[in-house]
């Protein structure tokens, strides 16, 4: 993990991790930080496979093996390629997969139906799904080793907070009850806040209300299913 020291006169070193940097820039954006994170990781996990392995024997045979990406990370694959206009790394790498989804098609038509339903395809390891768990991770650690540093914590409430799933998975490892709380009545808030913006909004269409819709209002809907469902969806590029 790369890090950086802080001195200041008259206070001692102060050691700033990169994922710290990360998250308190990620606070002051748009959405759950963690899922903001995690996309900009993927997207550096793309760029990584499509200019600097694109022939590397091992990483090949991993995504082989993997027979390439989950749904989700198939759409921001697709959507990185056309950003970065790399086709070229794209295609070898994609056939690569194809070749290996062919034989993989080969063996299921040799089994019986009663086999055929015994397989789990859900039980898919997205290498991309991997490497964004790994540095999540990361994240969890740092956010929980500052809870008890008043300026990460007062940033980490200011912000739009994490998704459910993510706020949950940081719930399950936060030890200290008051301060577990503090985040849950805060999210808890932000969504209070959302559910005001909307019910003003259906007000002012339906002309129950008078004054002109505000962005907030208009935005709501939109901020809280990235509040329960988190921002990594297709429409989020």
Known sequence: MNKKIINKPGHPEKIISKSYTELIEAFKKDGCPICS???????????????????DPGVRKNLRSSLGYCR??????????????????ASIIIADISSEVIKELDRLSKLQLKELKKIDITNHKCPAC??????????YSEIISNLENDIF???????????HAHLVQLMKIIKNTHVRNKIIESQKLKLCQLIKDMDEFVKKHSQQASGKITSDEAEAFKKAIRKISGSQSEFER
């Open 72 to 89: 989700s990370h198939s759409i921001q694959f697709i959507q990185f390629v056309e950003s970065s206009y790399n086709r070229f790394g």
């Open 130 to 139: 991997i490497y964004m768990q790994s540095h999540e991770h990361i994240y």
């Open 153 to 163: 914590l007062s940033e980490f409430i200011k912000s739009d907070g994490l998704c």
């Open 37 to 55: 994170l995690n996309r900009l990781n993927v997207d550096s996990y793309f760029s990584s496979i499509l200019y600097e392995c694109v022939n």
